[in-house]
């Protein structure tokens, strides 16, 4: 799907192709052009899955990395916030879970639903 043209998602059909394409962009590194594709997919799944009352399962430091993305926040804003950079950084790499605190902290400074990053999900083996 090289160079494909996205428009607002209007079917289960399209919404199923976005989601594919999703997939297969979602570690495109910052900059490239599947990267900025990414960007807009997320919108138009999110956008999508809201008019529709879809509930999924959103990795929540995928979640966080995206708003940094859109807020222009680096990790060291995220510390920032919340007071300690090694902690922050365990935290994007999946290396320690997200605190209480932390959702707090990071569901304000982002304008996340908490409920988006209370989700369990997988960390990397140490």
Known sequence: MENAQWYLIETEEEYET???RYDEVKY????????KEKMLLVHL????ESLHDIEVEVDPVEVIKIRMEDFGYKPADLAQV????????KVLN???ALSLSMIRKFSQL???PVEMLIREYPLKSV
């Open 28 to 35: 495109s590194a910052k900059g490239s052009q599947e990267h």
């Open 94 to 96: 999946y290396k320690q």
């Open 82 to 89: 919340y007071g300690d950079k090694g902690t922050v950084s």
């Open 45 to 48: 799944i999110t956008q999508y």
């Open 18 to 20: 976005a989601l594919s």
């Open 110 to 112: 982002l304008r996340i």
